[in-house]
């Protein structure tokens, strides 16, 4: 068996907008469906989202299983023009635990133009932060409009940064014909509907 059998979630978007988070809070969901899931982080030069993940799931998910990838000056690179340090990852993943179901890849902070190569993700989510501004997903990055699943995170922040969710929705189905779901990482709001989605689209698909 290699990483090919192996459902593989790709999950991006711009710095800070939620991407760690979002895993928090996803994975366990998946853990309960008694799957076992290992989750890559792509970061610049530090293992600093790594380190995050493993603390969040240690007893959880072997730390062996939890592990970042440095790509260098630009984690764009490592997901879409030359995958192949993740689908070395992926294949270390599968000979320490051959049952492995799933893995979970997060792509460290880049600009809109980020999308995963689709040998590397079977499915692909791209967060987006409402504290970017509801012009976001009108400016039509190929992240956005690409992506398996739009997901526009941080939603409780929207007063405060004077965004309107109603029209980040509607620009949203504007420039893309697949699903768009509205999370908050913070009380767990929409963290369901992704987990549905995944659960439909990638593990039973
Ligand atoms: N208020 C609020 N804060 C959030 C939410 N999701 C994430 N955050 C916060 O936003 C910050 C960035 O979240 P991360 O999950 O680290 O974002 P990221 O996309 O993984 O960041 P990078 O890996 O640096 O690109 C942290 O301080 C989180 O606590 C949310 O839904 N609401």
Same mark, same amino acid.
């Given at each position: 068996?290699?990483?090919?059998?192996?459902?593989?979630?790709?999950?991006?978007?711009?710095?800070?907008?939620?991407?760690?988070?979002?895993?928090?809070?996803?994975?366990?969901?998946?853990?309960?469906?008694?799957?076992?899931?290992?989750?890559?982080?792509?970061?610049?030069?530090?293992?600093?989202?790594?380190?995050?993940?493993?603390?969040?799931?240690?007893?959880?998910?072997?730390?062996?299983?939890?592990?970042?990838?440095?790509?260098?000056?630009?984690?764009?690179?490592?997901?879409?023009?030359?995958?192949?340090?993740?689908?070395?990852?992926?294949?270390?993943?599968?000979?320490?635990?051959?049952?492995?179901?799933?893995?979970?890849?997060?792509?460290?902070?880049?600009?809109?133009?980020?999308?995963?190569?689709? @040998? $590397? /993700?079977? %499915?692909?989510?791209?967060?987006?932060? !409402?504290?970017?501004? *509801?012009?976001?997903?009108?400016?039509? #990055? =190929?992240?956005?409009?690409?992506?398996?699943?739009?997901?526009?995170?941080?939603? @409780? $922040? /929207?007063? %405060?940064?004077?965004?309107?969710?109603? !029209?980040?929705?509607? *620009?949203?189905?504007?420039?893309?014909? #697949? =699903?768009?779901?509205?999370?908050?990482?913070?009380?767990?709001?929409?963290?369901?509907?992704?987990?549905?989605?995944?659960?439909?689209?990638?593990?039973?698909?």
């Amino acid at each position: 068996m290699n990483y090919r059998d192996v459902a593989k979630v790709g999950i991006g978007g711009p710095v800070g907008s939620g991407k760690t988070s979002l895993i928090k809070e996803i994975v366990p969901h998946l853990l309960e469906d008694e799957l076992d899931v290992g989750i890559i982080a792509n970061d610049i030069l530090t293992q600093e989202d790594a380190q995050a993940l493993k603390a969040a799931f240690a007893g959880d998910i072997p730390d062996e299983l939890v592990q970042g990838v440095e790509t260098g000056a630009c984690p764009h690179t490592g997901i879409r023009e030359d995958p192949s340090m993740n689908l070395e990852k992926i294949n270390e993943f599968v000979d320490i635990e051959p049952k492995l179901d799933l893995v979970v890849l997060e792509s460290g902070g880049d600009n809109l133009a980020a999308t995963f190569n689709p @040998e $590397l /993700a079977d %499915y692909f989510i791209y967060v987006i932060s !409402v504290a970017e501004g *509801d012009d976001i997903p009108r400016k039509r #990055g =190929p992240g956005v409009v690409e992506a398996d699943l739009l997901v526009i995170n941080k939603t @409780e $922040l /929207a007063p %405060y940064v004077d965004a309107d969710l109603e !029209v980040m929705d509607r *620009d949203a189905h504007e420039v893309r014909d #697949g =699903p768009v779901v509205f999370t908050d990482c913070k009380t767990g709001e929409g963290i369901d509907a992704v987990v549905e989605h995944i659960r439909e689209q990638v593990l039973f698909a």
